[in-house]
């Protein structure tokens, strides 16, 4: 897994868009991008991935410009049951998954 | 069930007690995981579980702490003699594949919280 740098917290308010940015500047060439969110008492989930260019789902988008060594995840008018962390994970073929400290979001009325 | 379960969602023991946790995977999952969360703090990887096998257990802090997965699929973490600093949520999870890549996730269950008094 590649060394990832996210912000520890960001504050948002109700209908904005929240973008994190995660660096990665020693990805792999195989590597993909992978976030992860944890809601409060619950464990992590798979929200959405990518290898270049954009990836859309219901969820979230992800940005990953060319040179593929920052990512963003972008979550289009937050609500407040977005308040949650958000883990940016790199890498391709490992067996286990490492998170680092995550990046907490909170959302305000 | 569709998604991983986990047995008790609480637990509060007292201090040199045993205590066991159990975690029923994705049927079918291949793999399974067990993790640590302090508060406010990432999950930290305990063990690894491919089968049966026992691939990983670097994370396992002291060896009070094991796990087992004798039929591949339900597995225990036990702690013996608890202690305070084993207070956390203990979080399983299952992925239906070997290793991670493309279109691979983990789904984890929502956790033991133990509290050690």
């Known amino acids: 897994l590649a060394k990832t740098t996210q912000p520890i917290s960001m504050d948002s308010y109700e209908g904005q868009e929240v973008n994190i940015t995660c660096s990665h500047n020693n990805i792999a060439t195989n590597d993909y991008i992978t976030w992860y969110q944890q809601f409060p008492s619950q464990g992590p989930r798979f929200i959405i991935q990518g290898y270049k260019t954009k990836v859309t789902n219901e969820v979230a988008s992800l940005f990953i410009p060319a040179d593929r060594k920052s990512s963003t995840l972008s979550l289009p008018r937050v609500s407040l049951s977005d308040t949650a962390v958000y883990y940016c994970l790199v890498g391709t073929g490992f067996q286990k998954l490492v998170f680092g400290t995550g990046t907490r979001l909170l959302v305000s009325p | 069930g569709a998604g991983v379960s986990q047995s008790p969602r609480y637990k509060v023991a007292k201090r040199g007690q045993d205590v066991a946790l159990r975690c029923d995977p994705i049927s079918g999952h291949v793999s399974l995981f067990w993790y640590q969360q302090a508060l406010g703090q990432g999950p930290e990887f305990l063990t690894y579980f491919q089968n049966e096998a026992q691939l990983d257990k670097s994370g396992l802090p002291s060896d009070r702490f094991f796990a087992e997965r004798p039929e591949g699929s339900v597995s225990t973490l036990k702690i013996q003699r608890t202690q305070q600093e084993d207070s956390a949520v203990y979080l399983c999870?299952?992925?239906?594949?070997?290793?991670?890549?493309?279109?691979?996730?983990?789904?984890f269950g929502q956790g033991t919280r133990l509290t050690v008094v």
């Open positions: 999870a299952s992925s239906r594949e070997p290793r991670f890549g493309m279109n691979t996730e983990a789904f």
